[in-house]
T-cell receptor
Framework: GAVVSQHPSWVICKSGTSVKIECRSL??????MFWYRQFPKQSLMLMAT?????????EQGVEKDKFLINHASLTLSTLTVTSAHPEDSSFYIC???????????FGQGTRLTVV | GEDVEQSLFLSVREGDSSVINCTYT??????LYWYKQEPGAGLQLLTY?????DMKQDQRLTVLLNKKDKHLSLRIADTQTGDSAIYFC??????????????FGRGTQLTVWP
C-alpha cells in the first residue's frame, strides 16, 4: 500500500511554544489529508480535513487558530499547534487519500508532550 | 452525528477464533473499516467492506455486515499472540474527496493468551 510518513515521531515542548508536525505522502499524490487526535485509551477524533491549495475544514469544537493546518502541495500537509499547553499533549495522526483510492493511508503518528 | 461503538476488551486463547463487534448509527455509511493499532504505533488497515456487501473474507479475517441492524463484526480465525493489539472499527459516510473522513469507535483491546 501507499506510504504516509509523519515527522517527528515524538516531540516535547515547553508551554507557550508552537510545534509543527509534518505529514508526507511518499509515493502518491494526496489530494486530501486528514488530521486526528487520540487521547490515551481513547478513539481517534477527526480534527480537520485539508485539500491541497485550499483552507482546511475543521470539525466542530476544534479551534482553527490553535491548530493551524497547511496543505501547500500534493505530498505535504502540516499541523502547527500554536501556544501549546499541557492539555494539548496527545497523539496526533494524519491520513491521506488520493484520487483513486478507496482507503485512507495513515502516518505512524506523532506523540506531543507539552511540559 | 456519527456514533461508533465497540466493546473495550476481548481475551482469547491462542488458536481460538476472536470475534470483535461494532455498531454504528449512520445508515449512509459508504465504507466500513477495521484497523489494527499496536502500542505506540499508527494504524494499519486490516480490511474494509463496502456498505452494499454482507461479507468479506481475507485469509484469516472475515467481516460480516448487517446493514439492517447497523452491526459490523471482525472474526479472526486461529488467533495468534501477534494478533494482540487494539482493533478499531471505523465508518466513512463520505464520497470522493471526503471518503477518508472516518469516524472511529473507541477500540477493542484484544489479548491473546498462549
Amino acid at each position: 500500500g501507499a506510504v504516509v510518513s509523519q515527522h517527528p515521531s515524538w516531540v516535547i515542548c515547553k508551554s507557550g511554544t508552537s510545534v509543527k508536525i509534518e505529514c508526507r505522502s511518499l509515493d502518491f499524490q494526496a489530494t486530501t489529508m486528514f488530521w486526528y487526535r487520540q487521547f490515551p485509551k481513547q478513539s481517534l477524533m477527526l480534527m480537520a480535513t485539508s485539500n491541497e491549495g485550499s483552507k482546511a475544514t475543521y470539525e466542530q469544537g476544534v479551534e482553527k487558530d490553535k491548530f493551524l493546518i497547511n496543505h501547500a502541495s500534493l505530498t505535504l500537509s502540516t499541523l502547527t499547534v500554536t501556544s501549546a499547553h499541557p492539555e494539548d499533549s496527545s497523539f496526533y495522526i494524519c491520513s491521506a487519500t488520493g484520487n483513486m483510492n478507496t482507503e485512507a493511508f495513515f502516518g505512524q503518528g506523532t506523540r506531543l508532550t507539552v511540559v | 452525528g456519527e456514533d461508533v461503538e465497540q466493546s473495550l476488551f476481548l481475551s482469547v486463547r491462542e488458536g481460538d477464533s476472536s470475534v470483535i463487534n461494532c455498531t454504528y448509527t449512520d445508515s449512509s455509511s459508504t465504507y466500513l473499516y477495521w484497523y489494527k493499532q499496536e502500542p505506540g504505533a499508527g494504524l494499519q488497515l486490516l480490511t474494509y467492506i463496502f456498505s452494499n456487501m454482507d461479507m468479506k473474507q481475507d485469509q484469516r479475517l472475515t467481516v460480516l455486515l448487517n446493514k439492517k441492524d447497523k452491526h459490523l463484526s471482525l472474526r479472526i480465525a486461529d488467533t495468534q499472540t501477534g494478533d494482540s493489539a487494539i482493533y478499531f472499527c471505523a465508518e466513512s459516510i463520505g464520497r470522493g474527496s471526503t471518503l477518508g473522513r472516518l469516524y472511529f469507535g473507541r477500540g477493542t483491546q484484544l489479548t491473546v493468551w498462549p
